[in-house]
Antibody, heavy 122, light 107 residues
Framework: QGQQVQSGAEVKKPGASVKVSCKASGYPFTSYDVNWVRQAPGRGLEWMGW????????GHAQKFQGRVTMTRDTSINTAYMELSSLTSEDTAVYYC???????????????WGQGTPVTVSS | DIQMTQSPSSLSASVGDRVTITCRASQTIGTYLNWYQHKTGKAPELLIY???RFLSGVPSRFSGSGSGTDFTLTISSLQPEDFATYYCQQSFSHPRTFGQGTKVEIK
C-alpha cells in the first residue's frame, strides 16, 4: 500500500518562502507524477502544479508563475514544493497527490499526503 | 484554462435520501472527469474517475455519469459517513482544475 507523508506545519512572515516535502513509500517514486493542491480556509481545492519525478519536468497554474518551484530527491523518494513571496492569501493546507494514468489515458489522484498547514502572518 | 462549475454549492439532506450533484465544464472534456470526497481535517479521497469508474473500496451507492461538458455524481442512499464536501476535477488538460465544491450537510 503506497502512501505519501508530508512535512509538518509552518508559520511564515509575509515575503518569506516555504518549502513543503512529500515523502513517498510503497511504490516506485519515479513512475508517477506528483501534483500539489492547496485549500485556503473556507475555500475549495486549488490545483497548483505537477512534477514528473523521473525527468524533473514541471508545470504549474498560471497564478503561481514565478513563485512556485517543484523539485525532487530521488535518492530519498521525496518531492518538494517551494512557494516564495508569501502573503496572507497563501495561508492554506497544502497537499501532495500521486497522479495515476490508467490504460485508457485517464488520470486521477489516488494517494494523497496528510496535508501541511502553512500560516502566513506578521 | 477549463473552468469547472458545480451545483449546488451546498445542500441539506437526510440519511437515506438520494443526492445528485452536477458539474459543468467550460469546454468539452470527454469523460475526463473525477470526483473526490473531502472531510474536514483529512486528505481528499478519490471516489470516481473517468466519469464513472471506481477503484476498489468505494461503496456502490456512489455513481457517476455524463460526458462532454455535463456530469453528475449520485449518492443513491445517503449514509452518515457521506456528509462531506464533494469536488469534481477535470483531467483532460493542465491545469487540472477543480469545481468549487458541494457541501453535503445533515438536514
Amino acid at each position: 500500500q503506497g502512501q505519501q507523508v508530508q512535512s509538518g506545519a509552518e508559520v511564515k512572515k509575509p515575503g518569506a518562502s516555504v518549502k513543503v516535502s512529500c515523502k513517498a513509500s510503497g511504490y516506485p517514486f519515479t513512475s508517477y507524477d506528483v501534483n500539489w493542491v492547496r485549500q485556503a480556509p473556507g475555500r475549495g481545492l486549488e490545483w497548483m502544479g505537477w512534477m514528473n519525478p523521473d525527468s524533473g519536468h514541471t508545470g504549474h497554474a498560471q497564478k503561481f508563475q514565478g513563485r512556485v518551484t517543484m523539485t525532487r530527491d530521488t535518492s530519498i523518494n521525496t518531492a518538494y514544493m517551494e512557494l516564495s513571496s508569501l502573503t496572507s492569501e497563501d495561508t492554506a493546507v497544502y497537499y501532495c497527490a500521486r497522479d495515476v494514468y490508467d490504460s485508457s489515458g485517464h488520470s486521477y489522484f489516488d494517494y494523497w499526503g496528510q496535508g501541511t498547514p502553512v500560516t502566513v502572518s506578521s | 484554462d477549463i473552468q469547472m462549475t458545480q451545483s449546488p454549492s451546498s445542500l441539506s439532506a437526510s440519511v437515506g435520501d438520494r443526492v445528485t450533484i452536477t458539474c459543468r465544464a467550460s469546454q468539452t472534456i470527454g469523460t475526463y472527469l473525477n470526483w473526490y470526497q473531502h472531510k474536514t481535517g483529512k486528505a481528499p479521497e478519490l471516489l470516481i474517475y473517468a466519469t464513472s469508474r471506481f477503484l476498489s473500496g468505494v461503496p456502490s451507492r456512489f455513481s457517476g455519469s455524463g460526458s462532454g461538458t455535463d456530469f453528475t455524481l449520485t449518492i443513491s442512499s445517503l449514509q452518515p459517513e457521506d456528509f462531506a464536501t464533494y469536488y469534481c476535477q477535470q483531467s483532460f488538460s493542465h491545469p487540472r482544475t477543480f469545481g468549487q465544491g458541494t457541501k453535503v450537510e445533515i438536514k
